[in-house]
């Protein structure tokens, strides 16, 4: 089992920035994929970006391309979101998520955190 816990979420202006942390702890922490998915009210839970196992490859979606950064820290089993110039669209739950690859897809995770919020106000 993997537990995932997000920190890092809050109010923020158009335009600001904020660093979501994932820190995990169970088994085999270092052997998965991490990724962060977002799921807005309404809307289906979406893919934010993803990063592979040595940290060596990442994988963003178009809308945040060149604004978020994905990063992890395996001697601290943890996993980072840096956004900037965000956006009020940007606005929504962002949960962490841990799998055995760095797929775009929620069905490619087997372990979720449990959600942090991020506001972004106009």
């Known amino acids: 089992q993997v537990q995932l816990v997000e920190s890092g979420g809050g109010l923020v202006q158009a335009g600001g920035s904020l660093r979501l942390s994932c820190e995990a702890s169970g088994r085999a922490l270092n052997s998965y994929a991490r990724a962060w998915f977002r799921q807005a009210p309404g809307k289906a839970r979406e893919f934010v970006a993803a990063?592979?196992?040595?940290?060596?490859?990442?994988s963003y979606a178009d809308s945040v391309k060149g604004r978020f950064t994905i990063s992890r820290d395996n001697a601290k089993n943890t996993v980072y979101l840096q956004m900037n110039s965000l956006e009020p669209e940007d606005t929504a739950v962002y949960y962490c998520?841990?799998?055995?690859?760095?797929?775009?897809?929620?069905?490619?995770?087997?372990?979720w955190g449990q959600g942090t919020q991020v506001t972004v106000s106009s």
């Open positions: 990063i592979i196992r040595s940290g060596g490859s990442t």
């Open positions: 998520a841990s799998g055995w690859s760095a797929t775009t897809s929620v069905r490619g995770y087997d372990y």
